[in-house]
């Protein structure tokens, strides 16, 4: 069953790292839908498999998927035949009366709906199940946060799968984010690429100070929901500053490879590319965090700079010196007053 989850991501990353126009083309007859819409008609059939991006993607009745079906972030109304795996990482699915699925189910933070006759004759896998430990707060006694028991633990394999469906969920939250603020997500973005010293070094700045000041408003008890509020705030504007940047990566793929890529997809596919290389280089041992520091501390900077978007930021210019008056020259030296000559005194008689 991993195997099969495993091949339906490589096909997921592969067609995203395909430009085109509509990128959707590929092995036989497969189709990749990003942030748009897809509807198999009734009678119709898909010889391939079917990835859906941040969009809608329709299974009319008596239509067929040969292959796999992958939903990443979107939403899937299934009620035809689907031979192979489904796989829903976020989203929702929506299994009708009259749908069959001849594989397994797998889903990661999906919602899924099966209506009543529904059938699924493989096995439904969910991987949302870690063991994570409850937390206890300090200065609180005995009162603990709950987190949901999840029964599993991490191996290589595992780690390696949430690496990489980390790297998708940020690149489906991009594509979302984009189409719906895309000025303000490029205006980050160039800021980071035109003035990394700066926005590198207000990030940092942030980073170190920005826990401090949580942690004294969570000892202070009275002020924990101000420091958790403060906590999601932070963590939306590192994620959002990946975005920007992600979207400049993107936008400079297509200019490489002379290709015009609509906002969203450039926004993903960069969001994909930097979450794949900074997510690689941070399970270096030892310094291997340095590499995801360094991006956070610019996406933080770009977004404090241009205050969420909202502005352009340009460094103020440094205006040049007037030019010094020209100075009049030094006044020639004071001659002496010419001696007058004495009357001379007549001799007396």
């Given at each position: ?74 939403t899937l109304a299934a009620d035809g035949e689907i031979n192979g795996t489904l796989v829903a990482i976020g989203g929702t699915v929506s299994l009708g ?253």
């Open positions: 069953m991993k195997r099969k989850l495993l091949l339906a991501l490589l096909v997921l990353l592969v067609a995203v790292a395909v430009p085109g126009s509509a990128l959707a083309a590929g092995h036989e007859d497969d189709r990749v839908v990003w942030g748009g819409t897809y509807t198999l008609d009734e009678g119709e059939t898909l010889n391939g498999d079917l990835v859906v991006v941040g969009g809608v993607a329709t299974l009319s009745r008596d239509s067929r998927v040969t292959g796999d079906v992958v939903l990443f972030g979107g009366s009259s749908s069959v699925l001849h594989g397994d189910l797998n889903r990661f933070g999906a919602v899924v709906n099966r209506a009543e006759g529904a059938r699924v004759e493989g096995q439904e896998i969910s991987g949302e199940s870690i063991d994570i430990p409850s937390i206890q707060l300090p200065y609180v006694g005995r009162t603990y946060i709950p987190f949901q028991n999840w029964n599993g633990s991490f191996s290589p394999v595992s780690e390696l799968l949430w690496y990489v469906v980390t790297a998708f969920l940020l690149a489906a939250l991009a594509v979302l984010v984009v189409m719906f603020w895309p000025v303000a997500a490029s205006r980050t973005g160039r800021a980071i690429i035109e003035q990394p010293v700066i926005t590198g070094a207000v990030g940092l700045l942030s980073l170190i100070v920005a826990p401090i000041v949580l942690l004294i408003l969570m000892i202070t008890i009275c002020l924990i929901p101000v420091s958790v509020v403060g906590l999601v705030v932070l963590v939306v504007a590192v994620a959002y500053g990946e975005i920007g940047l992600g979207l400049e990566i993107g936008q400079r793929l297509g200019q490489m490879f002379k290709s015009e890529f609509h906002p969203a997809a450039a926004a993903g596919l960069g969001t994909l590319l930097l979450a794949l290389v900074v997510g690689g280089i941070n399970m270096i041992p030892c310094v291997g965090w340095v590499a995801p520091f360094l991006v956070y501390s610019l996406a933080l900077g770009g977004v404090i700079l241009t205050r969420f978007g909202s502005r352009s930021y340009a460094p103020a210019p440094i205006e040049p010196l007037p030019p010094e008056a020209p100075s009049a020259p030094p006044a020639p030296p004071a001659l002496p007053a010419p001696r007058t000559p004495r009357a001379r005194r007549k001799p007396a008689e």
